[in-house]
């Protein structure tokens, strides 16, 4: 199929390395919830002339618009991977919905109550079988299988986590300030410092109503690592296409938890190490 669309006029790079900068703490405040969406847009196009940060972020989002439609239009196992993705939230919401309420082809569809029935146990519509409930939410959600550690380490990892949590409470810059209160401290070995990161994981309650995101998980990792009388560096870092933010931690050896999904093709950019 013929596009009568062509490319208008070529990418302007100066607009965007003066203010690169500025384009990673942008988005880091809206990563941490320091500004909104809203109030970004609003200051961006108060002004009658329009600003040199707001200019800088339209340009960067034309070029990486171009990148992504020129790899679609040239990969073709790049696009299939998307439609594989696609596929599986559409399949995923069938399995959810014929769990809960599967009705017969050509018939609407009508909101009912599901039955619940003594011991946990839920009726199967369609199926006429009675499962556990656990069961049911293990096959619509697929969890992860659960990291391991040595009860000491979850132990200190359960209170690290607790403070964490707290913590989170607290305005960013005030975590900050703590975290360098630790900076006296010698720095941990990268294996001991993976150990706990497993440790944190392995204790994370799955029925925490709150956030429990890698914020959370690298701040406790760095909290039991000062539990155990050794530091490491909270790293707050960014990255584009699409905007996204990341926390890990750090030691002389090397990084814990951030080189995760798809990190290898699209690396994080530290904006902030503490201590």
């Not at 405040?29 to 040199?52: D, F, P």
């Not at 399949?91 to 109550?113: C, T």
Request: glycine share 6%.
């Amino acid at each position: 199929m013929a596009h009568s669309h062509q490319p208008q006029r070529p990418a302007d790079s100066k607009l965007v390395d003066p203010h690169w900068d500025d384009l990673l703490r942008l988005a880091g405040s809206l990563k941490y919830g320091h500004a909104t969406t809203s109030l970004v847009v609003g200051k961006l196009s108060a002004s009658s002339r329009q600003n040199a940060l707001a200019a800088a972020l339209k340009e960067y989002g034309a070029i990486r618009k171009t990148i992504y439609a020129a790899k679609c239009l040239s990969d073709p196992a790049y696009r299939r991977k998307i439609a594989r993705q696609l596929n599986k939230g559409e399949s995923l919401h069938s399995l959810r919905r014929q769990l809960h309420r599967p009705e017969p082809a050509g018939r609407p569809r009508a909101d009912r109550r599901v039955r619940r029935h003594p011991g946990g146990h839920r009726r199967a519509h369609g199926h006429r079988l009675c499962v556990p409930e656990e069961v049911v939410a293990v096959t619509v959600m697929v969890p992860s299988a659960r990291p391991t550690a040595p009860r000491p380490d979850r132990l200190v990892a359960a209170v690290a986590l607790a403070l964490s949590l707290a913590m989170s409470w607290w305005p960013l810059r005030w975590q900050i300030a703590t975290v360098r209160l630790l900076r006296g401290l010698p720095y941990a070995r990268l294996a001991r410092v993976e150990a706990l990161y497993a440790a944190v994981l392995a204790v994370s309650p799955a029925w925490w109503p709150g956030r429990i995101a890698c914020m959370e998980i690298s701040l406790a990792t760095v909290i039991a690592t000062a539990l155990t009388g050794r530091q490491a560096r909270w790293v707050l870092g960014a990255r584009f296409l699409p905007d996204a933010a990341h926390a890990w931690v750090e030691v002389p050896e090397g990084a814990v938890g951030r080189d995760i999904g798809d990190a290898a093709d699209r690396p994080w950019m530290p904006v902030l190490s503490v201590p």
